[in-house]
C-alpha cells in the first residue's frame, strides 16, 4: 500500500520555507476555524448559564423577601430566609467562575482568529479564510 502522505512529503518545489505548503497551511486554517468556531460555542454556552443563574438568584431573593414581608408573624418565614442563603452564596459563586471560565475561552477564540488571519495573510488565503469563517470577499 502506498503512503500517499509520504510521497507528498518529498515534492520539496512546493513546500515553503518553514516546510507547510499552500495546502497544509489552507487545512490548518479550516482547523483553526473549527476550534474558533467550537469555542465560541462554548463561550456563548457559558455567559448563557451566567444570566440564567444570575436569573435564578434575584428570583430566590426576590422570593424570599417577599414570603418574609407577607408572612411577618410567621416565624418560620425568617428561617427560609436564612436557610436559602447558603443556595444563594453557592449559586454566585458558580455564575462568577462560569463568567470566568466563559471569559477565558473568548480570549483563546481571539487568539485563534489572530493566528488564522496570520496564516492567511502568510500564505495568501485570504478569500479561503472568507469563505471558511463565512465573510464576504471584496
Known sequence: MINY????????????????TRDEAREAIG???LRKDNLDNIAMSG????????????TIIAFN?????????NPYSYN???L????????SVLAFYTHRLANI???KSKDIEETMNKLAKKYNLGEFLNAISGEKSV
Open 84 to 91: 436559602n442563603l447558603p443556595f444563594l452564596v453557592f449559586l
Open 5 to 20: 502522505k509520504c510521497l507528498c512529503s518529498y515534492n520539496l518545489s512546493m513546500e515553503t520555507k518553514d516546510g507547510l
Open 31 to 33: 482547523i483553526l476555524a
Open 47 to 58: 455567559n448563557l448559564i451566567v444570566v440564567t443563574l444570575v436569573g435564578a438568584f434575584f
Open 105 to 107: 475561552k473568548d480570549s
Open 65 to 73: 423577601l417577599a414570603t418574609y414581608f407577607l408572612n411577618i408573624n
Open 80 to 82: 427560609l430566609l436564612i
